[in-house]
């Protein structure tokens, strides 16, 4: 095949793909590369609608003729994915010597004209896949340590449109799926009720929403999470109803930015997360640009807090009442109410019966540094001599150099 041609059908594998990466780098450089190392396209499904357009990519920028070929068969069995019937038909007008160019999306009705941007900015993030993601052993920065009953771990990019899940073994975390998603029509670091934003920061799934208990528009299901958290609502953050969910079903996917404030999940991915993901113990970190780390680089601050956790509990098994109250910011918040950091530590020390230890298990804790530091801790809370314990949840927040506690209460 000619470099002409080869130049004509990269161009024309999408109109809507005409694009200058921010790299610099072209469509076809794009298309034609490699995945990052332990970037896992859609699940390392060859056969996810999202790998195959990939592939379909790929062989417009090699100048393989079976582009058309593996174009046509993405569309007859995934008929409702848009970006697919738009390369189908860019491919077939290719081969009548037409060679629809980036001005081409200019004309033309303006809802039609914005339908073409959505899509090739949907393009765009569907692409950034191949150049982007976590290295090998990698984990996001939030995450300092996992109780052993954490199953999985969900990062969402919300800069990116992307969605990681990982998995917690006993080696670490691993990277076992990630997927393309819609955030809010305005954009992300959601402040109030209503702005169309996603917003930022560790959260928790907290239930489970099926198909038939749901409007179309959520398509499969739905995952809530605990938004606002303690820390937003300590920061006058309002809203609610922030879930990943599904599409409508007419739909594979939705552009980018089309939510008003949830993370919107093709349908296939989604049912992969509604049987994956255990409420109340999931956590989803939603953040503007993920940091990628090595386990090692967070020990410090593992063991910092730990300790701190370990003093919090001497103080209360001891019954010091003056060094437990040390603990709690003077805007301490419980389960019960708002109260004096003294007036909860006496209430603690009530509640225990004595020469009765508290214990502390499956620990969980998350650093959150946006605006201010944030550590969150889960963990399970242990009366001795009992089988079972409380799950409970701490938010902690960094004053004047110190860690103190902000919120104290039950996981709904």
């Known amino acids: 095949m000619s470099t002409t041609r080869r130049s004509l059908l990269s161009r024309v594998a999408l109109a809507a793909t005409s694009f200058v990466l921010p790299s610099g780098n072209t469509f076809a450089q794009a298309a034609g590369s490699t995945p990052s190392e332990g970037v896992v396209i859609s ?15 790929r062989a417009i920028a090699a100048g393989d003729s079976r582009a058309l070929l593996l174009a046509e068969d993405l569309v007859r069995e995934v008929p409702n994915f848009q970006l697919g019937q738009l390369v189908y038909g860019d491919l077939l007008l290719s081969r009548t010597g037409s060679s629809p160019a980036y001005a081409t999306v200019m004309d033309g009705p303006p809802v039609v004209r914005e339908q073409l941007q959505k899509l090739r900015m949907e393009a765009s993030r569907r692409l950034n896949v191949l150049r982007e993601g976590p290295p090998p052993g990698a984990w996001p920065e939030q995450v300092l340590e996992l109780a052993h009953n954490v199953r999985h771990v969900v990062v969402v990019d919300a800069s990116r449109s992307r969605v990681y899940v990982f998995e917690h073994r006993a080696t670490g975390l691993n990277l076992i799926r990630n997927f393309y998603a819609s955030i809010g029509r305005a954009g992300f670091d959601k402040q109030i009720e209503g702005d169309l934003r996603t917003p930022l ?24 999470l605990n938004y606002p958290n303690e820390h937003d609502r300590r920061l006058g953050r309002t809203g609610s109803g922030i879930w990943l969910h599904g599409v409508p079903r007419a739909a594979y ?3 980018p930015f089309a939510t008003e404030g949830c993370v919107a999940l093709a349908n296939d991915d989604m049912a992969y997360l509604m049987n994956e993901l255990e409420p109340r113990r999931t956590p989803v970190i939603i953040t503007d640009e993920v940091k990628w780390v090595q386990p090692d680089t967070t020990a410090f601050a593992r063991t910092e807090f730990r300790a701190l956790l370990s003093d919090w509990m ?12 040390s603990f709690y910011s003077t805007d301490f918040l419980s389960g019960k109410g708002r109260h004096a950091a003294s007036r909860h530590a006496l ?14 298990k499956n620990v969980s804790i998350f650093r959150w ?7 969150v801790v889960n963990f399970t809370e242990i009366v001795a001599g009992r089988a079972s314990g409380l799950a409970k949840r701490q938010y902690w927040g960094l004053e004047q150099g110190r860690w103190v506690m902000f919120f104290d209460g039950a996981v709904g």
């Open 314 to 325: 001497t103080a209360w098994s001891e019954g010091d009442r003056f060094a437990l109250q």
């Open 369 to 375: 540094k946006r605006e201010s530091e944030v550590t």
């Open 347 to 360: 209430r603690l020390l009530k509640a225990q019966p004595l020469a009765r230890r508290i214990d502390i």
């Open 253 to 255: 996917s939705r552009s």
């Open 201 to 224: 920061g560790v959260y928790h799934i907290t239930s489970r929403l099926r198909d038939k208990q749901l409007d179309e528009l959520y398509g499969v299901g739905a995952l809530p």
């Open 43 to 57: 699940g390392s499904s060859s056969n996810s609608p999202e790998a195959r357009l990939i592939e379909v990519y």
